[in-house]
Nanobody
């Protein structure tokens, strides 16, 4: 499975971005997928996650009410709509697919995209 993240960029505080994660090589429709982010000097954190059907989602407290995760299994693509962005959202964002069903553990994710930079200016 190859994951390709895109959609990052530079935006002012309060603005919006939509990240996409396109999968190829194998269908990811049965995988739990997630978005992580990593700021300089900080650990990689799970921002949001979604199960295979989209019926169950997870959001970190820091992004609840601002970010929305979704997936289109027919298109083998996952999205992260980010609204009301804050400077503290600045990080490299990674998409990932879990290969072990312990989805809160970063070590459970066997497939990773290359990351896309999100920079929010104040």
């Amino acid at each position: 499975v190859q994951l390709q993240a895109s959609g990052g960029g530079l935006v002012q505080a309060g603005g919006s971005l939509r990240l996409s994660c396109a999968a190829s090589g194998r269908t990811v429709s049965m995988y739990y997928m997630a978005w992580f982010r990593q700021a300089p000097g900080q650990a990689r954190e799970r921002v949001s996650g979604i199960n295979w059907s989209g019926s169950s989602t997870y959001y970190a407290d820091s992004v609840k009410g601002r970010f929305t995760i979704s997936r289109d299994n027919a298109q083998n693509t996952m999205y992260l709509q980010m609204n009301s962005l804050k400077p503290e959202d600045t990080a490299v964002y990674y998409c990932a697919a879990a290969t072990v069903p312990v989805v809160h553990d970063v070590r459970s994710y066997g497939y990773w995209g290359q990351g896309t930079q999100v920079t929010v200016s104040s």
